[in-house]
T-cell receptor, first 113, second 116 residues
Framework: AQSVTQLDSHVSVSEGTPVLLRCNYS??????LFWYVQHPNKGLQLLLK??????LVKGINGFEAEFKKSETSFHLTKPSAHMSDAAEYFC???????????FGKGTHLIIQP | KAGVTQTPRYLIKTRGQQVTLSCSPI?????VSWYQQTPGQGLQFLFE???????NKGNFPGRFSGRQFSNSRSEMNVSTLELGDSALYLC???????????????FGSGTRLTVV
């Protein structure tokens, strides 16, 4: 079995300040982990993925995430928020078993001007 | 290259009817999976197909079914529609599916189903 917990349902930051979106996971297997972003009325876009290579993963649009096995965490960060980052962000785990992809509930990122 | 194509984009159906949604994966991708997105339940896994075989299935009633064709295109069918089936249905394709490491899925824009 696998599960994902996104610790914040909403995060609000000012433009130009750092972004931190928190995610904890559990998996019976060595997991693959992903962050996806969904803009209003759009599909899901892959930001970055961890698949047992480097623990610090760099993605698109300046986002990065660090896989910490001891903390079972995969937090998403960005040094400087931009207005276009406002969207819903999903942390996703795939344990390679029969559960497909398991999504967190999502974090709504709000960027204040 | 073309992305994942889902048709139709919008559907309105009446309770008790059935509906078929279509998904064309990225060329060369043999894995297709389906997800239901609702405000209350979030994104939930429906099923995954790989080379015309259902590999994984989520916790949904038997009214939800799917299939995959030899060209990797997939359809999902929902019979005896209920109001609670109103949702955005997303399809995703992957170069490598089934058990083992997943290298990321590319999602389509979804089909928004409204049941009245």
């Amino acid at each position: 079995a696998q599960s994902v917990t996104q610790l914040d349902s909403h995060v609000s930051v000012s433009e130009g300040t750092p972004v931190l979106l928190r995610c904890n996971y559990s998996s019976s297997y060595s997991p693959s982990l992903f962050w996806y972003v969904q803009h209003p009325n759009k599909g899901l876009q892959l930001l970055l993925k961890y698949t047992s290579a480097a623990t610090l993963v760099k993605g698109i649009n300046g986002f990065e995430a660090e896989f910490k096995k001891s903390e079972t965490s995969f937090h998403l960060t960005k040094p400087s928020a931009h207005m276009s980052d406002a969207a819903e962000y999903f942390c996703v785990v795939s344990g390679g078993g029969a559960d497909g992809l398991t999504f967190g509930k999502g974090t709504h990122l709000i960027i204040q001007p | 290259k073309a992305g994942v194509t889902q048709t139709p984009r919008y559907l309105i159906k009446t309770r008790g009817q059935q509906v078929t949604l279509s998904c064309s994966p990225i060329s060369g991708h043999r894995s297709v999976s389906w997800y239901q997105q609702t405000p209350g339940q979030g994104l939930q896994f429906l099923f995954e197909y790989f080379s015309e075989t259902q590999r994984n299935k989520g916790n949904f009633p038997g009214r939800f079914s799917g299939r995959q064709f030899s060209n990797s295109r997939s359809e999902m069918n929902v019979s005896t529609l209920e109001l609670g089936d109103s949702a955005l249905y997303l399809c995703a394709s992957s170069l490598k599916g089934g058990s083992g490491v997943n290298y990321g899925y590319t999602f389509g824009s979804g089909t928004r189903l409204t049941v009245v």
